[in-house]
């Protein structure tokens, strides 16, 4: 009997997120191969295998989904103790990263068991490394709440983290989200709009909040279907002000600044570097001068 290239494991494995030529070869053959199958939807999972020609019995294909994944992973943790090897899959993309599969995967590395990354595609990475902004740190916080207080309190938290930060949307909330994120990041905030990533519908939007907004909203009466889809956000939320500038306060900055170049140069500069106002910067920098 030939070995099977997947010895007994837990195989966190991606799936496409629309274009079914991104699947990995590797993730084909494990699909092939793996002693059981457990999916976020059994039944799209077994569209997937139809498309790319694999045929498996139905009785290894299981479910793992948001509302029975602490009860499944008993059954797959006592399959992977029984030497077994099981592919894990989400709908589209990555698997356990806004995904279900977490709660599997911590509970078998807690368990001392084999677990094994089958990488491929992310919509969060896709829409990141077309984005065009270049900023540290990148973040990833997921689906927005539902309700417009928490959301509004969510976006705060994001603003302070500042960085390139990544958001998922679901399309009937998107309006209504989008008013936040100006609201709360600021309405010339710079973002991405990615919708049906790699799909044949696919939509990229680039330019501030209140660009993209005015753009989805002239899409959506041109073709009402425009507003469907699932939806990821990239934002430019610019550097973490520094209100200390390392070990020296604002004003210290502003005299060495001042000492370096013309007071209009120097104001500049600390607008950027401190991210205050411009106001403050040239406040900062006449006061720099009597001193």
């Not at 092939?32 to 077994?46: G, P």
């Not at 294909?61 to 894990?88: C, Y």
């Not at 595609?121 to 916080?141: E, Y």
Request: charged share 20%; with cysteine.
């Amino acid at each position: 009997m030939q070995r099977s290239s997947f010895p007994p494991g837990l195989y966190v494995a991606a799936t496409p997120i629309g274009h079914l030529s991104d699947i990995s070869e590797r993730v084909r053959q494990a699909l092939a191969e793996c002693d059981l199958l457990y999916a976020e939807d059994t039944r799209r999972a077994q569209a997937l295998l139809t498309a790319l020609g694999l045929h498996r019995p139905k009785s290894s294909i299981r479910a793992l989904h948001g509302h029975n994944e602490k009860a499944a992973l008993h059954a797959a943790l006592r399959a992977l103790g029984a030497e077994k090897s099981i592919i894990l899959i989400s709908d589209a993309g990555t698997p356990a990263v806004s995904d279900p599969g977490s709660f599997l995967v911590r509970a078998a590395w807690e368990s001392g068991l084999r677990v094994v990354a089958l990488p491929g595609p992310s919509a969060v990475i896709s829409a990141l490394s077309i984005s065009g902004f270049v900023r540290w740190p990148m973040s990833f916080w997921g689906f927005a709440p539902t309700k417009a207080g928490a959301r509004r309190s969510w976006l705060s938290q994001i603003l302070e983290a500042r960085g390139i930060a990544v958001i998922f949307e679901a399309p009937h909330r998107a309006a209504a989200c989008l008013a936040d994120c100006a609201a709360v990041f600021g309405p010339e905030t710079q973002m991405l709009h990615a919708r049906e990533m790699t799909k044949q519908f696919e939509t990229l939007l680039r330019g501030t909040i209140t660009e993209v907004a005015a753009e989805l909203e002239m899409l959506q009466q041109q073709d009402p279907s425009a507003s469907k889809g699932e939806l990821v956000w990239v934002f430019d939320l610019g550097d973490r002000p520094l209100k200390n500038l390392g070990e020296a306060p604002i004003d210290e900055w502003a005299k060495i600044l001042c000492a370096e170049m013309t007071p209009a140069r120097a104001a500049k500069c600390l607008m950027k570097l401190a991210h205050i106002s411009r106001e403050a910067a040239y406040q900062a920098v006449l006061d720099a001068q009597k001193t």
